[in-house]
Nanobody
Framework: VQLQASGGGLVQAGGSLKLSCAAS????????WGWFRQAPGKERERVSC????????YYEDSVKGRFTVSRDNTKNTVYLQMNSLKPEDTAVYHC???????????????WGKGTQVTVSS
């Protein structure tokens, strides 16, 4: 499975961006999709996760209430709507997927190339 993330860019603080992650082939119903980010000089961290089995979602505390993850199984695509962006959200955002219901950072099997998100103050 190849993943392609897109939608990053430069935005002012308080602005919004919507990231997309498209899979090259139909993924099975029991995949979990995750969004991760890595800022310069920092370790990669999980931002959000969604299970395609039951739609259950997870958000890292710093993005709760601002980011929304969703999926369109018919398009094999997962989205990350990011609102009220802050400078500290600046990072390269990656999408990844794995069979299961959760998105453990070190167990994600398929990774897409990242997309840069830059939030100016």
């Amino acid at each position: 499975v190849q993943l392609q993330a897109s939608g990053g860019g430069l935005v002012q603080a308080g602005g919004s961006l919507k990231l997309s992650c498209a899979a090259s082939e139909r993924t099975l119903d029991y995949y979990a999709w995750g969004w991760f980010r890595q800022a310069p000089g920092k370790e990669r961290e999980r931002v959000s996760c969604i299970s395609t089995t039951d739609g259950a979602t997870y958000y890292e505390d710093s993005v709760k209430g601002r980011f929304t993850v969703s999926r369109d199984n018919t398009k094999n695509t997962v989205y990350l709507q990011m609102n009220s962006l802050k400078p500290e959200d600046t990072a390269v955002y990656h999408c990844a997927t794995v069979i299961g219901s959760y998105c453990p950072l070190n167990e994600m099997k398929y990774w897409g190339k990242g997309t840069q998100v830059t939030v100016s103050s």
